[in-house]
DNA sequence: TTGAAAGCGATACCAC
DNA sequence: GTGGTATCGCTTTCAA
């Protein structure tokens, strides 16, 4: 069933059918449009959608790389952009990074053949300097053949950007802790490659040290950014002894409940012993038990405004720079860290 | 870049550059197909999917609808046929239906626009007889016009089918807490219209009634088919008094954590006060305290299935009827439902 | 093996 | 308003 079935059927030409169909209805004589609709119907007509887009050159849709779909840090992020796609008439395809680099920007590379109308990027970067250039690149042809970029959580590369504060987030963190009067912690954190893990480290450590506690006394410990790399590093700590640790944080909620996994198959109580905080607020914080102390990020804000800053047409933000969306976090305090008793009155 | 380009740039004319770059490289001279890959490079070079498509008629990608991205059920399914369809060569879209059978047919009109080579349906079938026809019908035209379809955990449809082994799954589980000594049990469930419910509903009840166990003793609730649904019901539950009842059995994992959640909100505590079941062993079921007894659904298996089924070709299967593959389900015991002492015995 | 040319299904410019 | 026609980028006969 193609345009011309359809055009033949209402009596008209495939030009009149295809600007009933698609195009402005304005100037197409009312009885002409609703005797194409009407073909159209009978004859379960759908419009060709590569042909569309030969023709005008893009596809409508929104094409999302993330890096893991199973993650609901990721999905949380595709419902946003979903759901404003939808309601611009725009479809949205995800296809997955895994976490590579490398496979980020061969993807961007397939994906530029599909000639989305947006091509919308989530994931934490990897400060990987090769790859970097390369996917800055092929964006930039992208963009140079008429398509829009957005990168979520990754900032300063020269696209429209929006932006979790990360630093923000474990900064308030940190104090909010400090002022329940935790002063010996432990912070589980991912490479320092991976950008979000650097951050909300960094933050913490900066929160730390502007309520006076210097990681001197403290320390941190590198593993992967999952729950396993969690459960490990606690499993770890345990093993060489906990020396008055008070308080683990973990740089996500997965490790965070890795940690708590952890801990507890050592036999110790989460919350009690030992004090775990997280950062994302995933599902799964408030069905643990303690309860996980966490900041939580407004993900599907950052979709919607991922979408917004790519239908927004930037001819005004032009001469502003790269437009940069910053999403708030907040923190969550629940029983997982609970007031260190006698310490609240030494916070100041 | 166009294909015409790169066939300027390498010396030969399209069809050949056409040849060398996608068709059989076969009767392509090698040094043109050096030439002209090297030309390609050169430029950045990438197809236009969609010229290729209006040429060729479809496109090299499996369409997957799901009923909700956020949640793990559906995203472990699309893990698996990524992994599957990335072997293939092909490209996953994914799009949401939330759970809509409207919105189902509607978006399998659009997708039979993008021509994609394979649609996957996964989600709980909702028995609504006037989309099913619908849906039926639209499907039948997408592979009359060379497309292949799967779907996943709805039997009864006539296409290839991955059916997750609900009724059996639930069948065991009932068995075993019969075995472990529960006698008084009340099954939290969705609508009957939702297959997936249902099935395990029906199934539940079966193995209790081959443990001897009447459901005259015991009861059903009917909420809806989230986390908050648990809640809710149980909420109630423990309002109206919960008159001995040993164990909660909730459809799914979801659900029974919305049911600990009240139990714990109303001071008591699930595992020693009141047992509690779910059904799919998502992630969280292991995190949470005291771990949830569930039923494991290989999902990623299930994926993988699905695109097995979508590339075998069915001219073999064809007069056996329309394939099937049944994914086997596993009983998880866990702390959320101990043996209720001295009762282990009347076990038969 | 290679190239010229005819589609693929739709859009858009340009006369009428 | 409407129809004819070039066009989009690529694939694929069909001859050579």
């Not at 989460?270 to 994302?280: H, K, L, S, T, Y």
């Given at each position: 069933m193609t345009l011309q079935d359809v055009a033949r059927e209402a009596g008209v030409s495939a030009a009149t059918a295809s600007r009933a169909l698609n195009g402005s209805t304005r100037n197409v004589q009312s009885d002409?449009?609703?005797?194409?609709?009407?073909?159209?119907a009978r004859l379960g007509y759908v419009p060709h959608v590569s042909a569309q887009a030969t023709a005008k050159g893009s596809i409508p849709t929104v094409a999302l790389v993330v890096s893991d779909v199973a993650d609901p840090y990721f999905s949380s992020i595709a419902v946003g952009i979903i759901d404003a796609a939808e309601a611009g008439g725009l479809v949205v395809t995800m296809?997955?990074?895994?976490r590579s680099p490398e496979r980020e920007v061969q993807l961007v590379r397939t994906l530029r053949g599909q000639r989305p109308q947006i091509i919308i990027i989530a994931g934490?970067?990897?400060?990987?300097?090769?790859?970097r250039g390369a996917l800055i690149d092929e964006l930039k042809q992208y963009r140079a053949a008429g398509g829009r970029v957005v990168l979520i959580s990754q900032p300063e590369l020269p696209f429209p950007t929006v932006a979790i504060d990360n630093v923000d987030g474990a900064r308030l963190l940190a104090r909010e802790l400090a002022g329940a009067g935790y002063?010996?912690?432990?912070?589980?954190?991912?490479?320092?490659r991976i950008r979000t893990s650097y951050d909300r480290y960094t933050g913490f450590v900066t929160g730390l040290e502007e309520s006076g506690i210097s990681m001197d006394a403290n320390f941190a410990m590198?593993?992967?950014?999952?729950?396993?790399?969690g459960y490990e590093a606690a499993r770890e700590l345990v093993e060489r002894g906990l020396r008055n640790i008070e308080l683990i944080f973990a740089v996500n909620d997965a490790m965070a409940l890795g940690v708590m996994s952890a801990l507890r198959d050592a036999g110790l109580v989460?919350?009690?012993?030992?004090?775990?905080?997280?950062?994302?607020d995933i599902s799964s914080a408030v069905d643990v038990v303690p309860a996980l102390t966490t900041v939580t990020v407004p993900l599907r804000t950052a979709g919607l405004e991922a979408m917004r800053l790519a239908l927004a047409?930037?001819?005004?933000?032009?001469?502003a720079g790269i437009p940069t969306v910053w999403i708030p976090t907040a923190v969550r305090l629940r029983e997982s860290t609970p007031p260190v008793s006698g310490r609240l009155i030494t916070v100041r």
């Open positions: 002409n449009v609703s005797r194409v609709l009407a073909a159209a296809t997955v990074a895994d934490s970067r990897i400060n990987d300097t090769d790859t002063r010996r912690l432990c912070i589980i954190h991912a490479p320092h590198e593993t992967e950014f999952t729950r396993s790399g989460p919350g009690r012993d030992v004090a775990v905080a997280g950062f994302d047409d930037d001819d005004a933000a032009g001469e």
